[in-house]
């Protein structure tokens, strides 16, 4: 078997599978490549300063904390960091969770193997979730919306918001940035219907909040969800499916701006 024939058959494989797409100033790197429950590895690459910054938007962290681990102390947090020396990584402008690194763009192809490499070993450690208890869905979209919100936001979990009536109740979680804040709900599977009245009935009587500002985060995918639930909770806010790769967070991204002060910062 011909050695550069087959290196070629590799790199023509990986070109074909992989694909750029527009976001913001930058762009996200789908590859050809999973992490252990299926999702795609996808980085995120953008200018910053004179350099570009490879980043794994903290995907690696958040689906471990999803499957129950905690990746801020013990075995997990020292497999973490050495993960990150072990690729080289500088983590310039990284938040808790984010494997990133910042170059010359003529570095980039290596810089974004380095971050891939340093997340899917990250991702390995799924393996010590039996050790951790178990992590509720309104847990896994508190960990999802800190990650994305990173320090250029504020989070507070379990919010209470004023109804209507002049009575007050809690929500999974409010995200502030820019004068303007977002007040998510998770919505859980096991029960459909408690969980979309529930949600209903909070968004619906918090009517001093915008309708854009109030979110319904529901377990799974679209396909899993009864048309009615999901066409009864779009009359009170906006509806973001957990399982859709980036959808939550483009729904923050439009709605609460990053703070002045820390993009200066």
Not at 53 to 77: E, F, H, K, Q, Y
Request: hydrophobic content about 40%.
């Amino acid at each position: 078997m011909d050695a550069k024939a087959a290196v070629a058959a590799v790199l023509g494989a990986v070109n074909d599978h992989t694909y750029a797409h527009p976001y913001g100033d930058g762009l996200l790197i789908d590859l050809p490549l999973t992490y252990g429950d299926g999702d795609a590895v996808r980085i995120l690459v953008e200018p910053m300063g004179t350099g570009i910054r490879a980043s794994d938007r903290a995907t690696a962290a958040s689906l471990l904390a999803i499957a129950g681990v905690d990746i801020t102390s013990g075995r997990a947090a020292e497999a973490f960091a050495e993960a990150i020396r072990g690729a080289h990584l500088n983590g310039v402008g990284a938040h808790a969770g984010e494997i990133a690194t910042l170059g010359s763009q003529e570095d980039l192809g290596g810089m974004i193997l380095n971050v891939v490499q340093a997340s899917l070993r990250v991702d390995q450690l799924r393996w010590l979730a039996h050790q951790q208890p178990a992590v509720t869905f309104a847990e896994q979209v508190t960990s999802r919306v800190k990650s994305w919100a990173g320090r250029q936001r504020q989070i507070e979990r379990d919010p209470v918001i004023r109804l209507s009536s002049g009575r007050s109740r809690r929500v999974t979680v409010a995200v502030s940035g820019g004068g303007r804040t977002a007040y998510i709900q998770a919505v859980s599977a096991p029960d459909r219907d408690r969980s979309t009245e529930h949600c209903y009935y909070l968004f619906g009587n918090a009517n001093r909040i915008p309708k854009e500002q109030k979110i319904a985060a529901l377990a799974g995918s679209h396909d899993s969800w009864p048309e009615a639930n999901v066409a009864e909770l779009t009359t009170v806010g906006a509806v973001q499916f957990f399982d859709e790769l980036t959808g939550l967070e483009r729904q923050l991204d439009a709605v609460v701006p990053a703070s002045q002060s820390a993009l200066q910062s």
